[in-house]
């Protein structure tokens, strides 16, 4: 589910999932207040929108693209990739790497620079360090389909084996969703980002954070010191999150899962209410990760997304019980101590019995994303309309080159290729050089490629004909400008929404084509991890352009970095998931009673691709009128906040709520993560009216070592798993319901 940006796995879910900027950032129009570190004085006017003006005694940086760089880069992105499988299959959400590998990076190359050895030694500014960012973002990325679409076809059977049976075609579906996002967003850099950046207050937070924080950095002597204590900061979060996750695993209801109402239960001699609170997953959870997150997201999307949960597990939930609509399944049938635990999350048998409440929230909830997503993209039919002008004026000036080297003339053609469409007010030139773009012929003939790849392996290794890959693509280019639009304004990918309407659109194109079940449900979730994939890859390197240009990084050089770390990424994440299934079996499992994972949104997509491919399971018609009348009103708030709250009354934007955020409260299976974010974002709004200056040395180094350091912790408790000496086996479970966590 999924946005260092948070976001939605299936997304972006890389909610991923990458700090959010602070909110004073996010609340801009293009000028923000600032103070210059090397200095101390105040630039009261910064342009976000222009590059920034870096320090005086920053060298000139001829080639930023280093080995070292990279190397460094990838090795911090692969730290990330392993732990965004690890809380990609826990929770859903997935985690940029961007701010991470800027931070370390500094750390790492700084200490190298003062070497006298070649490659490893010698001066190092601030396009080197965005560069290694770049590459982190490469190798950390493409973990969202290992956390949703893949584990889904092995939990339907539409797989068959274990993932090291199918790595190879694993790898090549990684290979393609990576390098089609990469190829076909190339050309879109300058729109985004130059030409319609400042009309649409198309700021990408976390992209611009990341910049900002690079320039302190390296701003003199101060920005030095400033860069190591955000450095520290990191570094001590990062270390204690991993070890307080691999010690956990051995007193699990002690130093992670606090279970206030099974204790309730337990003192009460085992005769309370209170296990029926415990069964709607209301305990809290000493999750670094999502502690974290709620420092990055801030109080708005926090509250929303509790309040989500409020309205989903408090109320909704156990109304749809009460009144025989769903049911929970026991979880303890033989022992009466227990009798009223039960779990009312259960995704599995659809069709042949009454569903969960949380299938039926499951639908409210795409339905939320994917009409805000969608309302949020069409509010901007302008630049959908000089998107269009735009692209169809290059298409027209490279037909008419090619048509002049072949010593032919189109009238129609040489008209189109010299007019320029108008752009908006105040644009500005690209800073980069002709020689510094990425040329036309390299991302073309990689896109090509990479289609043509894409039809014979998907044929041959998936069972999905060439006019569904077509599609699939296609959806994906749509998605991705849906992403990019959206996520560059309020931080959070619609990777979700994306997914889902591509499952959508696929249910219909697959219907009556002569497929069996299980094959229209791989196809399903083949064509979902191709749009929402790509969609993820693209929105990353926008991301890394828009951190480029404000730094004057070369976008070839970006581009090559980012390429180089995510074949990294092509062969880590399969390895992961071969690592987190040997470990866990039951994460491909949908009919396991217990499991270490949660598996979000392995869970949503499997239920979908279910509901529009099996005749037998279909969606409870209370919930789809509920669904409509949520998706009617969350429209009519997009409208209402785009075109009535502009001008003076633009300050009450803050009041409304966050619907994607309440969407994913929806999706959740229970309210643990949300619960853990709300406490991230008190501690942080906290932290910033206590002192604001600490917080923002502080905040997002600690929230992104506390992300990694989770992440990384499971990696070992996987590993720890694998050897036989995991917390399962030799620590306890005390404080637990029935003696499970």
Known sequence: MASTQVRPAEVADHTAATPAIEKEINELDEKVHTVDVNSGAVEPELDLYIPL????????EHDPLTIRSVI??????????ASNLYLGLKTGFTFAASMFGAIFGYGIIKILSKSNLPIIGGSFGPQENSIIQAAAQGAGGITGIFVAGIPAMYRLGALEG???????????????????????????????????????????????????????????????????????ALSLSFTAALVQRVASYYAIGILYDWHFFTWIHIWSGYTSWAMNIESWGWWFEWTPAFIGSGILIGMNSALSMFGGAV????????LLVHYGECIGKPQVEVDPRWEGYYSFASLSNLGHETPSPRYWLLWPGVMIMVCVSMAELFVQYKVI???????????????????????????YFARRAEMEVKAAEGIIEDPAPAEEQVQMWMWSTGLVVVIAAAMVIFALQWGMNPGLTVLACLLGFLFSFLAIQI?????????????????????AATKGSGFSIKDAQRVNLVAGGLASGGADVAYSLTSDFRTG????????????????GSIISIFLAPGMFVLFTTAYPCILDGEAEHCAFGVPSVAAWAAVAQAVTDPAVSIPWSSGIFSIVMGVFCVGQVVFRHFYLVGEREKYRE????????????????????TAALFGAIVAWGWRKWNIKSFDLYGYAVAAGFIAGEGLGGVVGAALQIGGVSGDILGTTLGCPAGYC
């Open 311 to 318: 309205l989903a597990w408090a109320l909704i939930g156990p």
């Open 487 to 507: 996520g560059a304004v309020t931080d959070q990918t619609p990777l979700t929404a994306a997914s889902k309407a591509s499952q959508l659109i696929f249910g």
């Open 385 to 411: 309309a000089y998107a269009g002008q735009v692209v169809w004026q290059k298409m027209c000036a490279g037909i008419n080159n090619i048509l002049v080297k072949a010593g032919k003339h189109s009238p």
């Open 53 to 60: 003006d870096m320090d005086g005694s920053i060298m000139d």
């Open 655 to 674: 009041y409304l709520p966050n619907w994607g955020a309440i969407a994913l409260s929806f999706v959740l299976p229970n309210p643990v993560f949300t």
């Open 549 to 564: 240009f404000l730094l004057g990084t070369s976008p070839k050089k970006q581009w090559y970095a980012q390429g180089l």
């Open 72 to 81: 460094v880069g990838i090795i911090l992105g692969s730290l990330v990739n």
């Open 162 to 232: 274990n993932p090291k049976d199918s790595f190879g075609a694993i790898i090549t579906i990684t290979l393609v969703c990576s390098f089609f996002g990469l190829f076909f967003v190339t050309p879109l850099r300058k729109f985004f980002v130059i030409q319609v950046g400042r009309e649409l207050k198309l700021l990408f937070p976390t992209a611009t954070a990341v910049a900002l924080t690079i320039r302190s950095m390296h701003a003199g002597a101060a920005g030095a010191r400033e860069a190591m204590s955000k450095l520290k």
